[in-house]
């Protein structure tokens, strides 16, 4: 299998406080990870590519200070919201590659629902 | 830069007939890979279909199979004998790495 898990399913946090969202590859080693935004009735918006050991690549628009990515093992990488602000209120999906199937393919997690009060 | 449409943003099916979601792209990548996710109301997405670029055939998953036109830029998704729990949005992807997602299209199955 190639289960990926996101650790926690939902959080709210007050505005300026920081948050932290963690990304499990369980039953095996992502080379790569990905970390998406997903607005209300929306698409998957990129936000970064992280591979481990080396620095996340951002995409153009997003706030590598706001947005910290951390890839630190084999089998996990972090996504740190920092001085969250109403408008970082979101869906936010991680995805792994490096697990059974196709080359290519992405396994996604189920995903974090951050709310910014 | 990428790009991926999706025209029809809602569609809707009897159950048990056949419907085509549409997806068309563009690309300057040579060597690329396509996707057909769906997202039910638990925000899950599930990998519907692939598809090597270089691969002329079209590629099946029991009820699922694509129409691969390369030249046109177009990818579109048949679902066969629609079930209820087919019932989801439907993203169409594209990419080697990194993914780039179409809008998606909420499918209704109607009972």
């Known amino acids: 299998g190639a289960v990926v898990s996101q650790h926690p399913s939902r959080v709210i946090c007050k505005s300026g406080t920081s948050v932290k969202i963690e990304c499990r590859s369980l039953?095996?080693?992502?080379?790569?990870m990905f970390w998406y935004r997903q607005f209300p009735k929306k698409s998957l918006m990129l936000m970064a590519t992280?591979?481990?050991?080396?620095?996340?690549?951002?995409e153009q628009g997003v706030e590598k200070d706001k947005f910290l990515i951390n890839h630190a093992s084999l089998t996990l990488s972090t996504l740190t919201v920092t001085s969250a602000h109403p408008e970082d209120s979101s869906f936010y999906i991680c995805s792994a590659m490096g697990g059974a199937g196709g080359p290519h393919e992405q396994f996604f997690g189920p995903g974090t629902r951050l709310t910014v009060l | 830069a990428q790009t991926v449409t999706q025209s029809q943003p809602e569609m809707s099916v009897q159950e048990a007939e056949t419907v085509t979601l549409s997806c068309t792209y563009d690309t300057s990548e040579s060597d690329y890979y396509l996707f057909w996710y769906k997202q039910p109301p638990s925000r899950q997405m599930i990998l519907v279909i692939r598809?090597?670029?270089?691969?002329?055939q079209n590629a099946t998953e029991n009820r699922f199979s694509v129409n691969f036109q390369k030249a046109a830029k177009s990818f579109s998704l048949k679902i066969s004998d629609s079930q209820l729990g087919d019932a989801a949005m439907y993203f169409c992807?594209?990419?080697?790495?990194?993914?780039?997602f179409g809008q998606g299209t909420r499918l209704t199955i109607n009972p």
């Open positions: 992280s591979n481990e050991g080396s620095k996340a690549t951002y």
């Open positions: 992807a594209q990419g080697a790495q990194k993914l780039v």
């Open positions: 598809q090597e670029a270089y691969k002329q």
């Open positions: 039953d095996f080693q992502a080379t790569t």
